[in-house]
């Protein structure tokens, strides 16, 4: 599939190339060559369906490259087997995706297959380690030379031979794969739906937004707080005592390239236009709100216009409402993939 969307867009890429900014396509097919690997079988082993209450929990492992293998937990509703919608649900920075299961059992009770995956070195992927700091450690090998792009931008990759799995199985109905997550899953949530037309629709959750006008605006900080300690170890090894937006641009020019700019949330996210797309934000987030999330939220709508599809993108924006989902929130969520998947 990502060979097929890479020679589909390569025309669009040229012509991206030779004027002042790349189009759509031409973004996705940047995107695509970022994060493009040799290819592996993906090897899928899974465990025999058990019973957990009413459904049916399935545990499974997949490759997708040389030395990765992603576990995942699959629930679905019990009784006869048919081709179902699935949602695919991404955790947060420090999480894992047994910290998904409330979200997955409300999604299978609704009717969906529902499945969560540990994020790189993130739960089962972090060799022992605990929270985050197997990720943290991992972006500053990168900073410092590394091959890898662990922030956000290889979870894509897996989430993508994820749907290669999904498709081959027979309780999945390939036509209505939708994907979800929640803070750094939630930009995982835009980036993969941006460049993969398998989403059928997505809900990225207090995620939206733009690391550009965060860095312009002195409104990094509590992003980059998320990987402090790799952040301050690069700001060490350059020297800088002092941070500022212009080291957060070379600090993610390593570890994401383009992330504020060409793959930024105002650039991506109008990719999903016209597929199905929620945000859920909290009004006083400090990592997702106000003008930043607004120039985001402006670049879908006109998007979602030019394609006569307004009525398929919704900004939730839950009021008095930080860095979090609340109850609400994902309501409006499961409300939004059962509307458009019909499970």
Same mark, same amino acid.
């Given at each position: 599939m990502r060979r097929l969307l890479l020679a589909s867009c390569a025309l669009a890429l040229a012509a991206g190339r030779a004027g002042a900014a790349p189009g759509p396509d031409a973004v996705r097919a940047d995107f695509l060559r970022l994060i493009d690997r040799p290819q592996v079988a993906l090897a899928p082993q899974a465990s025999p369906p058990a019973a957990d209450g009413a459904l049916v929990r399935?545990?499974?492992?997949?490759?997708?490259?040389?030395?990765?293998?992603?576990?995942?937990i699959l629930l679905e509703p019990a009784g006869p087997a048919r081709p179902r919608a699935a949602v695919i649900v991404l955790h947060?920075?420090?999480?894992?995706?047994?910290?998904?299961?409330?979200?997955?059992?409300? +999604?299978?009770? +609704?009717g969906f297959v529902a499945v969560a995956i540990d994020g790189r070195y993130h739960g089962e992927r972090a060799a022992g380690a605990k929270g985050s700091a197997a990720y943290v450690a991992a972006i500053l090998r990168t900073y410092r030379g590394g091959g890898e792009h662990p922030f956000f931008f290889d979870s894509v990759w897996d989430v993508m031979r994820l749907?290669?799995?999904?498709?081959?199985?027979?309780?999945v109905d390939p036509r209505r794969i939708g994907l979800t997550g929640f803070s750094k899953g939630g930009i995982e949530t835009y980036l993969t739906a941006a460049v993969d037309p398998r989403v059928a629709a997505a809900?990225?959750?207090?995620?939206?937004?733009?690391?550009?006008?965060? &860095?312009?605006?002195?409104?990094?900080?509590?992003?980059?707080?998320?990987v402090q300690a790799?952040?301050?170890? +690069?700001?060490?090894? &350059?020297?800088? #005592?002092?941070?500022?937006?212009?080291?957060?641009?070379?600090?993610?020019d390593r570890v994401a390239p383009g992330i504020d700019g060409?793959?930024?949330?105002?650039?991506?996210?109008?990719?999903?236009?016209?597929?199905?797309?929620?945000?859920?934000?909290?009004?006083?987030?400090?990592?997702?709100?106000?003008?930043?999330?607004?120039? #985001?939220?402006?670049?879908?709508?006109?998007?979602?216009?030019? &394609?006569g +599809? #307004?009525?398929?993108?919704? !900004?939730? !924006?839950?009021p008095h409402t930080g860095h979090k989902v609340t109850d609400e929130g994902y309501a409006r969520d499961l409300a939004w993939l059962v509307r458009w998947l019909k499970p």
């Open positions: 399935i545990d499974f492992s997949y490759a997708t490259e040389a030395g990765q293998r992603v576990p995942g947060g920075t420090g999480g894992r995706k047994e910290g998904m299961l409330p979200f997955l059992r409300q +999604a299978a009770a +609704a749907i290669d799995w999904l498709q081959t199985r027979p309780e809900v990225p959750c207090i995620a939206v937004e733009s690391f550009r006008y965060s &860095e312009e605006h002195d409104q990094w900080h509590s992003r980059i707080s998320t790799a952040f301050d170890a +690069a700001a060490k090894d &350059e020297g800088v #005592a002092r941070p500022d937006g212009a080291f957060v641009h070379r600090f993610y060409e793959f930024d949330g105002p650039s991506m996210a109008p990719l999903i236009a016209p597929r199905p797309l929620l945000a859920v934000n909290g009004d006083s987030d400090p990592r997702a709100s106000g003008p930043g999330l607004m120039e #985001a939220v402006d670049a879908v709508r006109a998007a979602y216009a030019q &394609e +599809a #307004a009525d398929r993108f919704e !900004l939730f !924006l839950e």
